[in-house]
């Protein structure tokens, strides 16, 4: 069965960066985009990029653009999520999620979310 | 970059009744996208390309719309359907506000 299964909970400090992971099983993970949605605490979901391992092309939220990098490892089936110069505002559960076209490329398939704080 | 409005921020219905909840975008987009999402969980597909039941969602779920405005309505909405539900669509990703669904 298809899973995403994304790393534990950071605390990070102000300022330094964080990389978040999300395991990709039970399907072609290069067949598929994988997305990254920020969510903070009791607000509504945010898309920030995709990746399509395949050929590693990807796009960005402008927003998160300079915030966000994200690359894929084929051997391992594992898309990752860099963030770097953390604030605050970064403080936020980060879900992972693969689209296709067998649903419109619609998100079907969601990790459990990482919980990222920034506190000193 | 398309803009998406959900209306209402909150809805309250009571158990059996039939809700449709609505959003509106900025410009017209082919088709929409909308999720579920529970207190604590990840979001899930409810339906995908505006009117098609993601996989295992009750029936008595279903969507609708075109252009700048699509709707998704409950038939008979039951205690499990507390949560907050989003649109989203492709071409720019934007997801809309959402909408607290909270049963009286």
């Known amino acids: 069965q298809v899973q995403l299964q994304q790393s534990g909970p950071e605390l990070v400090k102000p300022g330094a960066s964080v990389r978040i992971s999300c395991k990709a099983s039970?399907?072609?993970?290069?067949?598929?985009?994988i997305h990254w949605v920020k969510q903070r605490p009791g607000q509504g979901l945010e898309w920030i990029g995709w990746?399509?391992?395949?050929?590693?092309?990807?796009k960005y939220n402008e927003k998160f653009k300079g915030k966000a990098t994200l690359t894929a490892d084929k051997s391992s089936s594992t898309a990752y999520m860099q963030l770097s110069s953390l604030t605050s505002e970064d403080s936020a559960v980060y879900f992972c999620?693969?689209?296709?076209?067998?649903?419109?490329?619609?998100?079907?398939?969601w990790g459990q979310g990482t919980s990222v704080t920034v506190s000193s | 970059q398309i803009v998406l409005t959900q209306s209402p921020a909150i809805m309250s219905a009571s158990l059996g009744e039939e809700i449709t909840l609505t959003c509106s975008a900025s410009s017209s987009v082919s088709y929409m996208h909308w999720y579920q999402q529970k207190s604590g969980t990840s979001p899930k597909l409810l339906i995908y390309?505006?009117?098609n039941l993601a996989s295992g969602v009750p029936s008595r779920f279903s969507g609708s719309g075109s252009g700048t405005f699509y709707s998704l309505t409950i038939s008979s909405v039951e205690a499990e359907d507390a949560a907050d539900y989003y649109c989203h669509q492709w071409s720019s990703y934007t997801f809309g506000g959402g909408t607290k669904l909270e049963i009286k």
């Open positions: 390309s505006t009117s």
């Open positions: 990746i399509y391992p395949g050929n590693v092309n990807t």
């Open positions: 999620a693969r689209s296709g076209g067998n649903y419109g490329y619609a998100m079907d398939y």
């Open positions: 039970g399907y072609t993970f290069t067949s598929y985009y």
